[in-house]
């Protein structure tokens, strides 16, 4: 069964640039119609969805994010990866990955772990 | 920007039905979806369109659509049901999320 596992730096400095691997096992990241997706949690808040990658390279963005936002997709590593640049306290949440079914409600199943990115200097 | 609004909050006793609302523009017009989240887990696919209910998720969770709400239904309502839920749609070419309702057993 497909996992996903978030990894990178906890602590961010503002207007600095936010990175962020997502790791696929149990499965490959190129098999099947899927997306993958990055969608992030302030404490104590909702969700926000960032954006998603199809392992064509194709892409799609929150319009509040996409100015900042980059998401891309190495196969050969079964990883896909999220930059999201000039970062405040506002970006400060929990991040998680999610494999997306391209339907026509396009839900996402199953998601990562979550890591928490703290923005501060 | 499209948005999706649900109650913050639903108390429900244990063994009562809980429902929880999401309405949106024309959602009847598109699909929804659900996620459980318990505390400091991730979330968890319990509705997948609508009113399917993925495998592994117990037959008291259900959905439905009329209008321009979608329900998530919780028969029979367990202790371990108490988590917020969160509704999702998709409208132009964006992923949507309502703002959760958090339900309590009590």
């Known amino acids: 069964q497909v996992q996903l596992q978030e990894s990178g730096p906890g602590l961010v400095k503002p207007s600095q640039t936010l990175s962020l691997t997502c790791t696929v096992s149990?499965?490959?990241?190129?098999?099947?119609?899927?997306?993958w997706s990055w969608i992030r949690q302030p404490a104590g808040k909702g969700l926000e969805w960032i954006g998603r990658?199809?392992?064509?390279?194709?892409?799609n963005y929150n319009p509040s994010l996409k100015s900042r936002v980059t998401i891309s997709v190495d196969t050969s590593k079964n990883q896909f990866s999220l930059k999201l640049t000039s970062v405040t306290a506002a970006d400060t949440a929990v991040y998680y990955c999610?494999?997306?079914?391209?339907?026509?409600?396009?839900?996402?199943?199953?998601w990562g772990q979550g890591t928490l990115v703290t923005v501060s200097s | 920007s499209y948005e999706l609004t649900q109650p913050p909050s639903v108390s429900v006793s244990p063994g009562q039905t809980a429902s929880i609302t999401c309405s949106g523009d024309?959602?009847?017009?598109?699909?929804a979806c659900w996620y459980q989240q318990k505390p400091g887990q991730s979330p968890v696919l319990v509705i997948s369109?609508?009113?399917k209910r993925p495998s592994g998720i117990p037959e008291r969770f259900s959905g439905s659509t009329s209008g321009n709400t979608a329900t998530l239904t919780i028969n029979g309502t367990q202790a371990m049901d108490e988590a917020d839920y969160y509704c999702?749609?998709?409208?132009?070419?964006?992923?949507?999320f309502g703002g959760g309702t958090k339900l309590t057993v009590l």
């Open positions: 149990g499965g490959s990241i190129s098999s099947g119609s899927y997306y």
């Open positions: 999610a494999r997306g079914v391209p339907t026509v409600v396009n839900w996402f199943d199953p």
């Open positions: 024309k959602l009847g017009h598109k699909y």
């Open positions: 990658i199809y392992t064509s390279g194709s892409t």
């Open positions: 369109q609508d009113t």
């Open positions: 999702q749609a998709w409208d132009s070419s964006t992923v949507v």
